[in-house]
């Protein structure tokens, strides 16, 4: 584009490509300080954007010390089951929060056979190349971790622990509730095959934390996805409490589900 | 008559009451050096305002993964990367951007007319030498290849 400024007595011609355009000297100022202050700001975020996501962060970064608390069994599989694009943000974060874990989650993800996983010098190859994590995709992956390692919570040891336990599960089920009221919004057909992938005795476990969480609308669902006769024996052999690991465990799977429901679209798309 | 600038989508647009004008923020830049020039601004102010967009630039720039950026330096002209190791000589990312050239490119690089001595005009260095090298960066944005993010930012 062809850019030029001519000055005659009291404006400022602008030539800008194909356009004209003219300002009187107070204009032609406020255009030089604005966009001084616009072109150096073009490549920031927002001025809360980072406080923010710090303020996040924060908030989640403990749950690194309950992955610690895993054996390197459980860690692998949590790594197994964990969404792979988050590896490379946990594991960054990760070496510089708590090295010490880092090295164990590098040893899971080598420990790691399946073909359809990276392999660990694919991804060592990845933490020195890739682009920079920014704080934003790690405060992603610490939350995506949460219910993997819920479902994996060892048994308490202590009375203390117990009690933290209680005190914790109001929250815990308010955030099932999120989860399943969220869940039974999506489509028919998305959320028939999300249930396809569950077994018989999961299946009761759905129905009766939708109706100890009385979320009826994921019952109205379940009506009209199952025939008649199996919505019926689900009724009858549900009941009207499940014990948190089990609630926990249905998550995790369901999650699970719902991922590779994702993934299946998004291949779908390509 | 007043033109409002803002960025939106990696362009500069330039808007009036009716009308709005795109450019890319290169053309941007250019704009606020001939503006500068016209109500009689400082050079030395001037000189500062390219340093700093490019300053931002290079950080970003050094966010990218090693391989894009590798492959983006080595893309750029001599000249280009004279102009900026000069402009940014002693500086810690003059440093960083040699960690990105082979040894032979940086001797070819130092014995650059732009690198060693005074400078043309910022417009002409503009126009003839930066232009290119930033337009190759927004090609490669606007394909999708690399993003550039905030230098400002957290990292890990």
Redesign the interface.
Known sequence: MDISINTSAEQLEFILGPCRASLNLNQAKALESQLAEVLLNALHEQPNYWQDLTAQLESSKAILSSLANLDSQQIVQVMQEYHQPHWLPLVRFTQKEQPELAKRLLNAIGQIKSPIFTSLEEFTNQLNTEPASSIAEVVVALEFLQPFIQALNPTPLNEAETTNQLANKPSFNTRATTFLTNLSELPHSNLRLILKGLSGKELVLVFSACKMLEITHFLTQLQSILPEKNYQQLENKSQARVEETELRSLLAKLSQELKDLKKLLNNRKK | ???????NN?Q?E?Q?QS?T?Q?S?H??????V??????G?ADQQTQK?IN??YL??LE?LM??????RQLLFNEASLEALACLLRRFRGKPIAKALRENLSQRRISQVEEEALYLQAKPSATEELTQVLAPFFNHIDRQIKEGKI??????????
């Open positions: 008559m007043s033109l409002v600038p803002r960025v990696g500069l330039l009036d009308l004008l450019m923020l053309e941007g830049l250019l704009l606020a001939a503006l500068n020039e016209q109500l601004v305002l700093s967009f931002t630039l970003s966010l990218l993964g090693i391989r894009e993003k550039l993010q905030d230098p400002k930012g957290i990292y890990f």
